[in-house]
DNA sequence: TAGGCCATCTGGTCCT
DNA sequence: AGGACCAGATGGCCTA
């Protein structure tokens, strides 16, 4: 017979998170976006399809019982208590691993927007997207690597015996496809390409 | 309204 | 066991 001072299993609230209680960091303004989003799916319908099964345990503590009837009375009987606390458990790991994946992409979110900085944007006005600025980047990068080459190149061309400067390229790099080996001179052209 | 982009959830896999 | 990473699915928002 179960303990009978109480039908409801030990129950520790998930905090709004879905973790366990560890508290969301407020830190980062970027996290304060994310509460803002959290808010904001929590309040969507779309949130309701994760609440698969029956058994919601964000809800009240429960208890799976039966109460047989028979001649002498009711009795309650406990039917798969371990059944319960193992979903509840699952359900647990299952909100702290999204918890846990928002903040990965919450970082991988603010490693974009740190390279969104630091490369030209033609359109200021209008945000870079993540493919977009992959590839921003890439041209970027080569278009540098390039310069630096040249600049290399001129400085060792006045020695003598240096070799000649390179020909004028004036080939465009190809956006979307495997890295043009030679890049443009101005990556803000390659933007164009992009679109 | 279709399409692009994004955030989130989820299950799987690998690693510590 | 738990965390990190990844890819697929799904739904919301925005724009042409």
């Known amino acids: 017979m179960p303990p009978s001072k109480s039908l409801f299993a030990p129950f520790v609230p998930l905090d709004q998170e879905g973790g366990v209680g560890t508290g969301a960091p407020v830190a980062l303004h970027a996290d304060l976006h994310a509460l803002l989003q959290r808010s904001r799916t929590q309040e969507r319908p779309g949130a309701e ?4 099964g029956g058994c919601d ?9 039966e109460l047989r009837l028979g001649p002498t009375g009711g009795a309650l009987h406990y039917l798969q208590p371990d059944k319960c606390a193992l ?3 699952q359900r647990r790991r299952r909100l ?27 359109e200021s006005d209008k945000k870079l997207s993540k493919s977009e600025t992959l590839q921003m980047a890439q041209i970027y990068i080569s278009t540098l690597s390039e310069l630096l080459e040249e600049g290399a190149c001129g400085a060792s061309e006045r020695s003598p015996g240096a070799t000649p400067p390179p020909p ?25 390409d992009l679109r």
């Not at 345990?57 to 019982?65: L, Y």
């Open 168 to 192: 004028p390229r004036g080939t465009k790099p190809l956006s979307g496809e495997t890295p043009e080996p030679e890049p443009e001179r101005e990556p803000k052209s390659g933007a164009e």
């Open 87 to 89: 979903e509840r458990a």
């Open 49 to 52: 399809r994760t609440r698969r």
């Open 96 to 122: 702290a691993a999204n918890a846990r994946e928002r903040r990965r992409m919450l970082g991988l979110n603010i490693a974009f927007d740190r390279l969104r900085s630091v490369i030209p944007n033609l």
């Open 57 to 65: 345990h964000r809800d009240p503590p429960c208890a799976i019982v």
